[in-house]
Every structure is written in C-alpha cells, then in structure tokens.
C-alpha cells in the first residue's frame, strides 16, 4: 500500500498578525473544558476561551496544534503506516469497547464516565483503537492512579438512551479534527482536547512521532494519555530536566526539550 501524501501546511501569519497569535496563545495558558476542552488545547495551541492556566516552556521552534504545529517532520514513517483518508463522513458513532473497566473496589475514586467513538469511513484505519484506549485508561501506570479516579464506558445503548459522558474519545480524520478542534489549530496533523472531546487524530494515530521512532504503540498510548490528561484539567508542563523521563502533559508530540520520551502519567 502507498504512503500517504502530507497535504501542504497552512500558511501561518507573519508580522503583526503572528505576534498577535503569540500573544492570544501564551495568555490562554491551556485549553478551556479539561483536556483540551477543560483544561488544554491540543498538542500545541490552546482556545481562547481556555481558563488560563501555567503557559508551557517556550520553544524555540513554532509550535502549532496542541500550538499551530507545523507539518515538520514530527511524523515517522512507521512499517504500520497506511493510507488514511483526510475526510470521513464528518459523523462518528459510540462503539462497544472489549474488556472490562476497573472495579469500584479497585478503583474507588471519583467517576469519569466516557465513550469511544470512531468517524464514519475510517473503521480500518481504526482497528484496535477502541480496546486500546480502555487499555490506557485501566493501566495501573495510567490517570486512575495519578489522579485517583475511575472511568467508566458509557455504551452506544445507554448513549441511545441519553446517558451523558463527560470525555468523548473520538478517533477522525484530519478535516473533522480541524473543524472540532478550532480555534485551535491541528493543521490536519495535531490532536486535541477541546469542549469535552478527546480528539485524536487518524493521521497522528498511524504516523505517530519522531520522537518516539518506531515505537508506535509507545506513542499512541502517549498520545490518549496527553489528551485524557487535559480532560482532567491538567494543562501542559515543562521537561523537568535533560534526561528526565518526559511529564505526560509535555509536548511531546513537537518537542522533548531533553527528555526522554515517556507515555504514561504515573
């Protein structure tokens, strides 16, 4: 199967306008609505109606979604790679997640209803995503150690019968990420986390990072786990130190400012 072309980056704003975005950005601090949505933007940028919180660690290199990130080479070119197409039917549907969630005895702590959902037109390119996000999120090394919480699958049926979940985990294609995530930009290559939707983009998903090489199932737990954080109310963070293992709400799609790469948050 063929590679898939990278569509042409957005043009970014020059001069006045451009430190006008700087500005817009470093005040918003992180993304409204935890997550992207209530706590943080997406890899990158943030709304500007987030609440502010404590700006990331400048960055020499423009940074885009989660900032306005620029289509650099952040991308790795992984033997899992596929075509994925950049629209889908714009409409995403509750799927049945395999495996079970934590038990109220294991997991006491405060509840974090969610359902996972896949874009119509992408469901091949999304094969395994579903039970690997209820992965992520039962991993003892995961948010529910870090932050003392349980999540807990809201099914299509009780979604049918208008259970509401607090974090949607939709899987979409560069279009539908751009269009949910705005005004953030994802240029067709970033995720995000804005107005209660965990946003992850199919592009990202099979591509992955150069910062974590071949090491694509590394970085796609990273790359849920960054994103459920900011759905949590965690915005992002600087790299503690040179060869540190990498905080969870660092950039590390963009850059590991002398980290190591590390994708969960305990």
């Given at each position: 199967m063929?590679?898939?072309t ?8 020059t ?6 975005v ?8 992180c ?5 992207d ?11 500007i ?9 400048p ?27 950049e ?6 549907t509750v799927?049945?997640l395999?495996?079970?969630?934590s038990s ?5 702590g ?30 003892d ?16 049926e009780e979604?049918k ?13 560069p279009?539908?990420?751009d269009?949910?995530?705005a ?6 290559r ?10 992850v ?23 849920v ?9 965690h915005g ?13 709400m660092l ?12 994708p969960?948050?305990?």
């Amino acid at each position: 199967m063929s590679m898939p072309t990278a569509r042409l980056a957005r043009p970014r704003p020059t001069g006045i306008a451009a430190a006008t975005v700087a500005f817009l950005l470093a005040v918003s601090g992180c993304a409204a609505g935890g997550g992207d949505e209530t706590a943080a933007a997406p890899e990158g940028a943030q709304p500007i109606t987030a609440t502010p919180t404590a700006p990331a660690t400048p960055s020499p290199k423009p940074t885009g979604p989660d900032g306005e990130a620029e289509k650099d080479g952040t991308e790795v070119q992984t033997s899992a790679a596929q075509d994925v197409p950049e629209s889908g039917s714009g409409r995403t549907t509750v799927v049945t997640l395999p495996g079970q969630d934590s038990s109220p005895q294991d997991r006491p702590g405060r509840v974090v209803r969610y359902t996972v959902e896949i874009e119509g037109g992408l469901e091949k390119v999304a094969a395994g995503f579903p039970e690997a996000v209820r992965g992520y999120l039962t991993d003892d090394r995961g948010w529910e150690t870090r932050d003392g919480v349980r999540f807990e699958d809201v099914s299509a049926e009780e979604r049918k019968q208008g259970v509401e979940p607090d974090i949607r985990i939709m899987f979409a294609s560069p279009d539908l990420v751009d269009a949910k995530c705005a005004p953030l930009r994802t240029n067709g290559r970033l995720s995000c986390h804005h107005a209660g939707k965990v946003m992850v983009n199919a592009w990202r998903w099979v591509h992955g990072s150069k910062n974590y090489g071949e090491d694509l199932d590394a970085y796609r737990t990273y790359l849920v786990n960054h994103e459920v954080g900011h759905s949590l109310g965690h915005g992002h963070v600087a790299c503690p130190g040179r060869g540190e293992k990498a905080p969870i709400m660092l950039q590390q799609t963009l850059r590991l400012d002398g980290c190591l790469p590390h994708p969960y948050p305990a």
